[in-house]
């Protein structure tokens, strides 16, 4: 089984950590023969996304390169005698619709990451409704539900939790406290402090704001914490402005794009995760993995993996005094492992594995190879 994996993202957000996560897993399967490609120009080198043993090619370009783009892919298609195609992505998708348009008949499995319904224009519905678009995959039943309300059928949508990369180590309740003092040794804090933090690209939807707002509300108590935001994003400039508005920027600390994303979350005592739209938020999941406790939007895919009270706590997005109010609470509890810590911990290794995920996309694989002859109906016809 030959696969080319198309991903056009230009930055490195938790589709592309997806992206990775499968192919590294599956690179242990002698029967699938992987290739990828990707934008000419990302934010990310590629060795990042790919192993070694993935040939990568640069032509999945968007825009108005995009027409050229599928001319190529299609062409190394039919001279690599690719089986299925996987497309990773909005512009993934895009790519792979004009591949079918110029005349590819290979069946396509499209990854769909956001909870947004997909426009009306018979435009996109041609997009969405492609005869060789044999199987949507969903990270959560919220997206599953907005693609049924779209009109895709329920018998071509599969959902697929998403899941992290296969470690060798995972930090333990017991050594959390050294990764809590390095990153204040880093920061010259002191450890002593309650450490609240998030990671996301630093973009409208990820709702940031409202975790300044909300700490913000509590800056005159004494020993207050530390708030550690990992990311970028369009919105840096304006969210460090909010914070030095709103009297935080002391204790507010913009780490920018950070690596060893593990030392990060088992760093931290609470992850806020305010989020305004989330398809399900694999942050959620490098969380569990560090043990933290987890406040977060009660929006899109996050309850199938926070459940309130068992696994975390949920709270309104947007809702600055809900946000503040939970925040106060866990600055003035000794957390310890709380419940939700362990609970959370152990749903992640179980639910969202990456073997798990690994040999549910691979069933799919092969169940659309087996029956290439369903394609998606269009439900005018």
């Not at 825009?63 to 299925?84: H, V």
């Not at 002191?190 to 975790?211: E, N, R, W, Y």
């Not at 305004?276 to 043990?291: H, M, P």
Request: glycine content about 6%; overall charge positive; charged content about 15%.
């Amino acid at each position: 089984m030959h696969i080319l994996h198309i991903d056009t993202g230009k930055t490195w957000r938790g589709g592309q950590n997806q992206v990775r996560t499968l192919l590294h897993t599956l690179q242990d399967d002698p029967d699938i023969h992987n290739t990828l490609a990707l934008p000419q120009q990302t934010q990310y080198r590629y060795p990042a996304i790919a192993p070694a043993s993935v040939p990568v090619l640069p032509w999945a370009n968007t825009g108005w390169r995009s027409l050229y783009s599928a001319y190529r892919l299609y062409t190394f298609c039919t001279q690599q005698n690719i089986d299925l195609i996987h497309a990773h992505s909005g512009g993934a998708h895009t790519l792979a619709a004009l591949m079918s348009t110029l005349g590819c008949r290979i069946p396509i499995i499209v990854h769909r990451r956001v909870p947004v319904l997909p426009h009306s224009s018979p435009l996109s519905r041609h997009k969405y409704f492609r005869h060789q678009i044999k199987q949507y995959i969903t990270v959560s039943h919220a997206i599953a539900q907005v693609l049924r309300s779209y009109g895709i059928p329920p018998d071509h949508i599969q959902t697929i939790y998403s899941s992290l990369t296969p470690r060798n180590t995972n930090p333990t309740a017991e050594n959390k406290p050294d990764y809590k003092s390095k990153l204040a040794v880093k920061y010259q804090v002191p450890d002593s402090q309650k450490f609240f933090g998030t990671c996301a690209a630093l973009v409208h939807d990820k709702g940031i704001d409202t975790a300044l707002h909300a700490f913000a509300k509590l800056r005159n108590q004494v020993g207050q914490g530390q708030l550690f935001i990992a990311g970028d994003g369009p919105l840096k400039v304006e969210l460090m402005r909010l914070a030095q508005t709103l009297g935080i920027r002391d204790c507010t600390h913009f780490m920018g794009h950070i690596r060893d994303t593990a030392g990060f979350f088992a760093a931290l005592d609470i992850l806020l995760f305010p989020s305004r739209v989330e398809g399900l938020g694999s942050t959620l999941l490098e969380a569990g993995y560090g043990r933290t406790l987890v406040l977060a939007s009660n929006v899109g895919g996050i309850p199938e993996i926070i459940e309130h009270e068992r696994t975390g706590f949920l709270l309104p997005p947007q809702d600055v005094d809900a946000w503040a109010a939970k925040i106060n609470w866990a600055q003035h509890t000794d957390l310890g492992q709380t419940t939700q810590q362990q609970a959370l911990f152990q749903l992640v290794q179980t639910k969202f594995s990456a073997t798990h995920m690994t040999r549910r996309t691979v069933q799919l694989y092969q169940q659309v190879l087996q029956t290439t002859a369903n394609a998606i109906p269009h439900p005018n016809t």
